[in-house]
């Protein structure tokens, strides 16, 4: 009687007992074996399953509660058990089979993971959450001392494909969104997650790092003086402020400077903060889960509404955060002008032009790195990444010179340069910084050569080698400038900034074997493209025409005085 005194307990009794962490998810399906009303109670609490799933896997369920896929869905958690079980036994297959196949092989192509798509990717059907129980069990794998050094040697490279895979759908949901919701800590830590697939950098913990930092601000500015006006702005639109770019100031310039003095107190004697120049292309340091200051820069910020017709000041990292203005930064390294002269400027950077700055500064470090051991998986990550961030043709040259000094098969890259050449080209929209259109003729201000524009782009796209080589950051405006292309009299091509331009004031026709590709006729003043360029660059020719003509104006009434 004893041995069945717990079938006579209440349902609600039983399930309680067996969601015990001391019992495993085994223990509970052995107990539900027993007897057919211990298997009904077992099989018939939804509770007990979902107890077990996360007690099982506790990392998923931060993933459950914020994914918004799942807000109104009803979860059978027993299936749910199943399905993670069955996708985790798929992958360890996988895994456990790599060896066999690519043990000859240092680097893999992406190719050779396809096989694990249908697992992970909801497009092939898959579990909205798979992703995560994949990475999950590939984490536990890792971490556990006991396992098999070669399965943890594949399981790292899997685990690498799984997070750039989804990465790359993220980063395109990212960029989608409207341009005030881009914030830069997201742009961030998509670099922090793509560049270090072996950790879990998680936006949600970075987001609460910086809240704090937030928070010890306040409470520092609620010392110093307790009636700014920042301590009546609802929570509401503090929430709106963090995932919202906002165009000004919300303070005025007094209260502006209370709560910058206050965060720079909080960061830079508080918490440490420090720019070290020596550690600038120190690949780790570069990510935003280290926070960091890496390399010499200043963070700029206006001093209230108007600001375009107010002073602006510049916070030095370098030297505990003081605040500077062109007029008191000091020299540094031996430069004559001011070093932040070119970047006093009223248009803040975008957070893709911000990633894509340090993924420049992450392929620098990639090619610097002293150790040759992982120096090939490092910038191949790296340009990757680059291409994920801006497509373009001779990043995946680059690539393909790392895959056949790996002998990688190369199908891939062949398979991408196809597509992008069969891709409509996008028509480009001009913007203020553009000041000249193509077809114009320009002479070179150095070196004095005649040359017409052929394209432009609103910043420098060039690779990082190229940038290095050529100097661009000795450029009074540096990289953050439109470029131009440009075909030389002398039958050369070029890519040049525009401040290195000017309109020429002799039009002459230039002697270049490829005019006629992107133009049908010489007007006398200018190059008119063909259909094919213009459709290319539609609003340059209306714009073409209308700088000629002030620029033929402005020469006839200095000619008349």
Known sequence: MASDAIIVLPGEIIVYILEDKQLSLADVVHFGLACKNLYKIVNGSNKLWKTKFFQRWPLLKEIYETNKKLEHRMINWKEEMKISLTTRTTLLCHLFSMSSKHHRKQELPNSEFKDLDPLFCPKESAHPLAYYFLLDELDSLIKHPATNLTHKYYALKIIRYLKQTHLKDEWQKFISLPPKQQTLERGATFVAQWSQPEKNVSYLAISSILDNIAEQTKELLREQYPSHSIFS??????????????????????????????????????LKFYGNSKMYYWLEKSFIDHFHFIGYYYIFYFSGPGFKDTENFYIDVFNHGQFITKENCPRIGGISRCPIEKYNVHEAATATEVVTRIANNLEIAARQHTHINGRTARLRSVLELRYMIQPDANIILQLGRIYISQYMDLTELVKILENMQQEEVKPKRRVPSVKYAIGLIMTHRMHGYFCVITGWDPRCMASTEWMNEMNVDELDQGANQPFYNIFVDDGSCHYVAQENLVLSPNSQGINHHAIGRYFYKFSGAHYIPNEEKAREYPEDERFCNELLVTYMQNRMAYNTT
């Open 233 to 270: 702005v609802p929570n509401e639109r503090f929430n709106f402020w963090k995932n919202n770019i906002i165009d000004d100031n919300e303070w005025n310039v007094t209260e502006t400077r209370q709560i910058t003095d206050a965060l720079c107190e909080v960061l830079f004697e508080k």
